[in-house]
Each structure stands twice: as structure tokens, then as C-alpha cells.
């Protein structure tokens, strides 16, 4: 009979702990998405080419192709990181900035003999697996022209780790921040992303609230797809209470579909677009 105790206690501390290391990994999945912390993404590459803008951040305007991206780093004054080109072949350190957290960086964009194409500010929100980047531009410059200033706000750039493997089921929420250009050249930012994924159903929808000038963003109910690079993505229908009719397209990263990234952009607005992204919060 103390043998059979004996080995009741033990299958039950077994059990405790396959239930402790499931609740653990559910635990490490759920995020904050709203509380700055260190860490998380810790570069930008693919600088001339991305999955969701092509372009990255070395864009062709007119006919004129961006060769390098100057970006100022208040963070390394006194290094040679503080002001530093960068082209297609490189990768811009943001290891050292916080995650669930905006950063402002200037940048210039110049041509491949050197000139000045364009100038403003990268808008850059980082979580542990992604990262988001708009731009915010100031001028526009041509050859032998005084510098054209304009608002307009481009999302440049999404990328992070990919979540290769999707859950089965479950509806999963998904909260956080989005960005776009404002008439006073600072980009306007929004704590009101709110998007679900039905995994079983393989679905998602949402929603954007708290974006100057665009009211209530609806993203429509879409279904998840896959890229031509394999990865899982979603592509649907996006509404703006100001501007009308438009499109979204996010992205699915970290090892347990941790967070989305995403941008939308509408028909009547083509110059402003709205950048966001956000981590699941069950």
C-alpha cells in the first residue's frame, strides 16, 4: 500500500510540472505590448529590399534610386556610428534601442553619386521578434532645386522572425501601437491596435482608433495566407471613417505567433500611410 502512494505522489508531480512547463511557455508568449523594456529586435536588414514595402528603405523616387540612407544616432555621439551611411549590403543596429517604443532617427537619402534625395525622420517601433520603420519626411530634393518641403509618411519597412509554425486553434488578440505622418512634420502615434487571429479558422481581423485625421480604421476580416517567401501573412480589406477605402497587409512573428506588424495605406490618401504593430495579450 506505501509502495502505491509512493507512486501516486510521483505521476502527480509529473503531472504538476507537464502542466507548469505548459502554462510557463503560454506564459512566455503573452506580452506586454505597451511597456517600454530593453532588448528585443536588434537590427534592420534587407535595407533595399523588403517582403511588404519592396523597396525597403532605399527607395527609387522618380527615376532616381536611393543608394545609401544617412541616419544620425544621438546615441553614439562621440563614435563613428553617430552620423553613418548605410547601403543595401548593410544592417542598421537598433539592439540598443527599447522595445514596445518609438525612435526618431534623421535621415537623408542620397543617390549613388552622392546627392541629396530626401529628408526627414525614421519612425522605428521595435518588439522582441519585429520592427516596423515609417518615414516622415520633411524635403524632397532635386539636383541644382531648393529642397521641396512635404509631410508625406511612407512605412519603409517590416521585417522580424517569422513564426514558421502557426497554432492549430484558439482566437488570439492582439494589442498595440500605430504611426503616421502629421501636417507638423512629427509623426502621430496611437495606442489603439486592436486585432484577432482565429488560428483554427485561420482568419484575422481588427481594428485602428486614435490616428489624427483618419478616425476609426476598420481591418477587415482576411484570411492568412502564405508570401512568395513561404512565410504567413494576411492581406484584406482596411476603412478609414475619413479617408475611405484601403488595404492592410501584416505579418506573423516570433516562435508562438507571438506578435503581428503591419501597414495600411488608402486609395484617396496615397501619401500617408499607417504603420503598426502589436503582441498577443492571451
Known amino acids: 500500500m506505501q509502495k502505491h502512494h509512493i507512486l501516486y505522489i510521483a505521476i502527480t508531480a509529473l503531472t504538476l ?6 502554462g510557463n511557455s503560454l506564459a512566455n508568449a503573452i506580452t506586454d505590448p505597451f511597456t517600454p523594456k530593453e532588448g528585443g529586435y ?5 535595407i533595399g ?3 511588404f514595402t519592396h523597396t525597403g528603405l532605399l527607395p527609387t523616387i522618380g527615376s532616381r534610386q536611393a543608394s545609401t540612407i544617412r541616419i544620425t544616432d544621438d546615441q553614439f555621439i562621440g563614435t563613428q ?15 540598443h534601442k527599447r522595445q514596445n517604443a518609438f525612435t526618431s532617427l534623421p535621415y537623408v537619402l542620397k543617390d549613388s553619386s552622392g546627392n541629396q534625395m530626401e529628408s526627414g525622420v525614421l519612425e522605428v517601433y521595435k518588439q522582441a521578434y519585429s520592427a516596423v520603420v515609417g518615414a516622415q519626411l520633411h524635403n524632397r530634393i532635386e539636383p541644382g532645386h531648393p529642397a521641396t518641403p512635404t509631410r ?3 512605412v519603409r519597412s517590416i521585417q522580424g522572425e517569422f513564426t514558421s509554425n502557426l497554432p492549430t486553434q484558439g482566437i488570439i488578440t492582439y494589442k498595440g501601437r500605430a504611426m503616421t505622418g ?8 496611437s495606442n489603439g491596435l486592436n486585432y484577432q487571429i482565429d488560428y483554427g479558422a485561420r482568419k484575422g481581423h481588427g481594428s485602428i482608433t486614435g490616428l489624427n485625421g483618419f478616425g476609426n480604421i476598420d481591418l477587415a476580416e482576411a484570411p492568412i495566407t502564405q508570401n512568395p517567401h513561404g512565410h504567413n501573412v494576411i492581406n484584406g480589406a482596411a476603412n478609414s471613417a475619413t479617408h475611405g477605402a484601403g488595404n492592410y497587409e501584416l505579418g506573423i512573428f516570433g516562435p508562438q505567433a507571438n506578435e503581428i506588424a503591419g501597414k495600411a495605406h488608402f486609395n484617396n490618401q496615397p501619401n500617408k500611410e499607417v504603420g503598426f504593430a502589436g503582441g498577443r495579450v492571451n
Request: proline share 2%; glycine share 12%; with cysteine.
Open 182 to 189: 502629421s501636417v507638423t512634420g512629427s509623426a502621430d502615434h
Open 42 to 46: 536588434r537590427q534592420l536588414s534587407n
Open 152 to 154: 508625406d509618411f511612407y
Open 81 to 95: 556610428n553617430h552620423e553613418k551611411d548605410y547601403s543595401s549590403r548593410d544592417t542598421i543596429p537598433i539592439g
Open 49 to 51: 529590399s523588403d517582403e
Open 17 to 22: 510540472g507537464g502542466c507548469g512547463s505548459a
